[in-house]
Structure formats: C-alpha cells, structure tokens
C-alpha cells in the first residue's frame, strides 16, 4: 500500500511570551481505514489567464462522496495583495494570500461540492494536489 | 510584528517514483508584507459523538488572512469530525489527520461547525488572526 505522510511544522518565538512550536505528521489514509490513499490528481500548476474570474479546481461529481479526499493549495504569487479566494460548495472558505499554502479536506459530499478558486488580480498561479479516496 | 511561519511536507510513494511537495509561508496580516498575524486561540477539547460544537466562539474579523489549524487526536481511525462552514459540509478529519486553511468568516453565520462521529473525538485546534468581535458581557 501507498504511504503518504503530511507533516506540518508552525513556529513563532514573537507571537506570545513564550515560544509557539508545533509539529505533527499525518500518514493520509482511506475514510475510517488505515489503508494509505492510492490516488492522485497529480502535482499541477494552474495559471488563470488575462481576466480573473471563478475556475472550478475540482467538480464534486466526479470523485466519490464521503471521503477523505485531501487537497493541497499553494498561491505562487510574491505580490502581498494577491489572493484566490477558495470556495466549497460556493461558500467562501478563505483567502490564500500570496505564499499561503493549505490543506484541506473534502469530502465532495454531493455532486455540488465543486472546489473552485477566485483569483484577485490577473494572470497570477496556483499549484495543487488532490490526493484522493476512491 | 510577530512572525508565525507555518510549513508542509508531503511525501509520498504512490508514484512511480518518489514524491516530496515542501512549502512555508510566513503568517502576514491580509494584503501585507510589514505585518504579521498577532493574535491567536488555541484549544483543546473532547467531543462526544454526535455532537456539533462552533469551535471557534467569537467572529474573528470578516475577510482577513485568517489561519485554522485542527488536528484530530484520536487514535481510532474510525473516529472523525465533520467540518462544515456556514451549514457547508467541507471534509472530515479522521482520527490522526490535520488540515491548515484560510479562514474568510465572511458574515456573522460563517461558523466553523465540527460534529463528532464514532466516539469522542479529541480536537486540537488554533486559530491566527487579526482580531475578533467579543461577545459582551
């Protein structure tokens, strides 16, 4: 079986008073499994040309519902002002601001659950992953 | 300012060959990069199953830079939350697994609902952010 791990480090010595450290690591699995996730949509790189406007990322229909799909995000762009707004389901989930990264998982629960994405400005990147649960 | 930087490995062996995804990102207020996130929440709590609990109790500002860490500690990995924003189901987070995401709160019903199935969860979470509306008193 196929053996993905997410490891997540945050670190902050100026946030409180005392030195913020967390790390943990996440070996990803099928739902309710300890069978590691088989499927990927593959490491991409999307750039949204000339004007902004909504893109669907991923559509809910066509990935298996109730799973535990995960997705990584990452906006490339180096202008502090530019972000893509990630919505599920069309509701706003938040702003990925210039370097930001995440990961998030989906559970395409029903064929609305689209995954879309919303640049700011135009002609900015985005790369992804989709690590999925067929 | 503080600097918060939050990083991700992923590493896998899915493919034929190889695969090591790495990136960090230093937590910076929105649109910004002379200030960073200075305030946070972090918690811990235990949910029984079946029960939907708002793990975030107060509005953080609308339309920010907003940061949500939450890991499930269950050890079981037949446990899992459900995380739903604003009545959305989003994914679930199954005993072990974490997830790292911008956080809009864009109105006062976009909550961040999490519902425990299969036994009582154990949830770490942390919130970054730029400020919050309190609930009076």
Same mark, same amino acid.
């Given at each position: 079986?196929? %053996?993905?791990?997410?490891t +997540?480090?945050m670190?902050s010595?100026?946030?409180?008073?005392? /030195?913020?450290?967390?790390?943990?690591?996440? =070996?990803?699995? %099928?739902? @309710?499994?300890?069978?590691?996730?088989?499927?990927?949509? @593959?490491?991409?790189?999307?750039?949204?040309?000339?004007?902004?406007?909504?893109?669907t990322?991923?559509?809910?229909?066509?990935y298996? $519902?109730?799973?535990?799909?995960?997705?990584?995000?990452?906006? =490339?762009s %180096? %202008?502090?002002? /530019?972000?893509?707004? +990630? =919505?599920?389901?069309? /509701?706003?989930v938040?702003?990925?601001?210039a @370097?930001?990264?995440?990961?998030?998982?989906?559970? $395409?629960?029903?064929?609305?659950?689209? +995954?879309?994405?919303?640049?700011?400005?135009?002609?900015? =990147?985005? /790369?992804?992953?989709?690590?999925?649960?067929? | 300012?503080?600097t918060?930087?939050?990083? *991700?490995?992923?590493?896998s062996?899915?493919?034929?060959?190889?695969?090591s995804?790495?990136?960090?990102t230093?937590?910076?207020?929105? &649109?910004?990069?002379?200030?960073? !996130?200075?305030?946070? #929440?972090?918690?811990?709590? #235990?949910?029984?199953? &079946?029960?939907?609990?708002?793990i975030?109790?107060?509005?953080?500002?609308?339309?920010?830079?907003?940061?949500?860490?939450?890991?499930?500690?269950?050890t079981?990995?037949?446990?899992?939350?459900? *995380?739903?924003?604003?009545?959305?189901?989003?994914?679930?987070?199954?005993? &072990?697994?974490?997830?790292?995401?911008?956080?809009?709160?864009?109105?006062?019903?976009?909550? *961040? #609902?999490?519902?425990?199935?299969?036994?009582?969860?154990?949830?770490?979470?942390a919130?970054?952010? #730029? &400020?919050?509306? !309190? *609930?009076?008193?």
């Amino acid at each position: 079986m196929a %053996t993905t791990t997410a490891t +997540i480090t945050m670190s902050s010595t100026d946030l409180l008073s005392d /030195e913020l450290a967390l790390s943990t690591t996440a =070996t990803l699995t %099928t739902a @309710g499994t300890s069978t590691g996730l088989t499927g990927t949509a @593959g490491l991409a790189r999307k750039t949204v040309s000339g004007s902004h406007a909504q893109y669907t990322l991923f559509d809910g229909s066509d990935y298996t $519902a109730d799973k535990a799909h995960k997705l990584y995000l990452k906006n =490339t762009s %180096t %202008t502090a002002a /530019e972000y893509f707004l +990630i =919505t599920v389901n069309a /509701e706003d989930v938040g702003r990925l601001y210039a @370097g930001d990264w995440a990961l998030i998982p989906w559970s $395409a629960h029903d064929n609305d659950c689209d +995954i879309k994405i919303d640049p700011s400005a135009n002609d900015m =990147t985005l /790369e992804y992953m989709l690590l999925t649960d067929d | 300012m503080a600097t918060t930087t939050a990083a *991700v490995t992923l590493t896998s062996d899915l493919l034929s060959d190889n695969m090591s995804v790495s990136a960090s990102t230093t937590c910076m207020k929105a &649109g910004t990069t002379a200030d960073g !996130l200075d305030q946070m #929440e972090y918690g811990y709590v #235990e949910i029984a199953s &079946g029960t939907a609990y708002d793990i975030i109790g107060n509005t953080p500002t609308a339309s920010k830079a907003s940061k949500l860490y939450i890991k499930n500690h269950s050890t079981d990995e037949t446990y899992y939350i459900s *995380v739903v924003l604003d009545a959305q189901a989003i994914g679930k987070l199954y005993g &072990g697994d974490w997830m790292f995401i911008p956080a809009d709160f864009h109105d006062a019903n976009a909550d *961040v #609902e999490i519902t425990a199935t299969g036994g009582t969860n154990k949830i770490c979470y942390a919130l970054f952010h #730029e &400020g919050t509306t !309190l *609930v009076a008193s």
